[in-house]
Nanobody, 124 residues
């Protein structure tokens, strides 16, 4: 059974940092591209970051460039999203996902599996 389990969310003050983790069970992470998405209350799910299977190619939504970094440790079957300089607009449920690269459409990844999400709340 494929399962993605996120952790590391929580409450942080504006300007602070969090590191989210995403552990993949039931598959080998090195076979997949990785994506991070978020959904704020009353809003659609939004693409945040992409990381290729090797980790060599990344992309980010403009609003997080220079503040967020996506990495992975394939040996641990785990991906990470380091989030710095957080602001209240970053408040959302964050989801990790695995899939294959997409070369058309709104996202750089075509998702095969989703995690259940972890809440990030940034206070002002």
């Amino acid at each position: 059974q494929v399962q993605l389990v996120e952790s590391g969310g929580g409450l942080v003050q504006a300007g602070g940092s969090l590191r989210l983790s995403c552990v993949l069970h039931g598959r080998t992470l090195s076979s997949y591209s990785m994506g991070w998405f978020r959904q704020a209350p009353g809003k659609d799910r939004e693409f945040v970051a992409f990381n290729s299977w090797s980790g060599n190619r990344t992309s980010y939504v403009d609003s997080v460039k220079g503040r967020f970094t996506v990495t992975r440790d394939n040996a641990k079957n785990t991906a990470y999203l380091q989030m710095n300089s957080l602001n209240p607009e970053d408040t959302a449920v964050y989801f990790c996902a695995i899939g294959v690269p997409a070369y058309s459409g709104p996202y750089p990844i075509r998702v095969d599996y989703w995690g259940k999400g972890t809440q990030v709340t940034v206070s002002s």
